[in-house]
């Protein structure tokens, strides 16, 4: 009898690739950690008047990426994100095992059973497999929700302290660091950036709801 379970593959790889579904990984798909960023708009300049003359354009540069990755809330989210993926893991795993170890006593069993009985045992068998493959999904996506949620909190405060700062410093244009090559050192704001975010968020709970 062909195996049920290798038909109805229940690996929960995508568990512990996650992280790079969210934010931690800034802007790819993470992971991160995560991560396209989310669609939090940036504060927009007052539109000049009509007639108004233009006002040359004062730089600020930030690098994105690496308030995302290292900014204390960041790293307390992917903390907690990596203890509750390493404990479904385990869970999924639990679950497999029972799994083979029902197949094996069912392929056992084939030989001794009626057909009636045996298609019964069957539609029980499979019915685990999907029950389990239900509970990988259910976790997958209350991790992928509960990381991106956080981590737009976390991009949220961000944009506010960039808005602070640029006011501050009268700069009207801001550049993220990655589509530079070289930047002078007085135009990035990313230290003072990542000051401001770690202490007026210093962590961020990752609220997973129970399943």
């Known amino acids: 009898m062909q195996s049920i379970l290798s038909k109805t593959p229940i690996r929960v790889a995508a568990l512990s690739a996650v992280a790079a579904a ?19 708009e940036a504060p927009k300049a007052e ?9 040359a354009p004062v730089i600020a540069v930030i690098d994105v990426q690496k ?15 990596e203890s509750l993926r390493d404990s479904y893991q385990k869970e999924i795993s639990a679950l497999e095992d029972k799994l083979r170890k029902n197949e094996d006593e069912l392929r056992k069993q084939q030989t001794v059973l009626s057909p009636e009985a045996l298609a019964n045992k069957r539609r029980d ?6 029950d ?5 999904q ?9 990381l991106n949620e956080a981590m737009a909190v976390v991009h949220k405060t961000m944009v506010e302290v960039v808005a602070d700062i640029s006011r501050e410093r009268g700069a009207n244009l801001v550049l993220a660091r990655q589509q530079f090559v070289l930047v002078d050192t007085q135009l990035d704001v990313t230290d003072a950036v990542m000051e401001r975010v770690n202490k007026k ?4 709970a990752l609220n997973v709801p129970k399943q």
Do not use: D, H, W
Request: aromatic residues 4%.
């Open 201 to 204: 968020l210093p962590q961020v």
């Open 22 to 40: 969210g934010l931690l990984f800034a802007a790819t798909s993470a992971q991160a950690q995560a991560q396209s960023a989310p669609k939090t």
């Open 67 to 81: 308030i995302m990755q290292e900014s204390n809330a960041s790293k307390g989210i992917t903390k907690s994100f």
């Open 138 to 146: 259910t976790r997958k996506r209350a991790l992928e929700t509960s």
């Open 125 to 130: 068998f499979e019915k685990q497999v999907a």
């Open 47 to 55: 539109a000049p008047a009509p007639g108004a003359e233009l006002k």
């Open 132 to 136: 389990v493959q239900k509970t990988v």
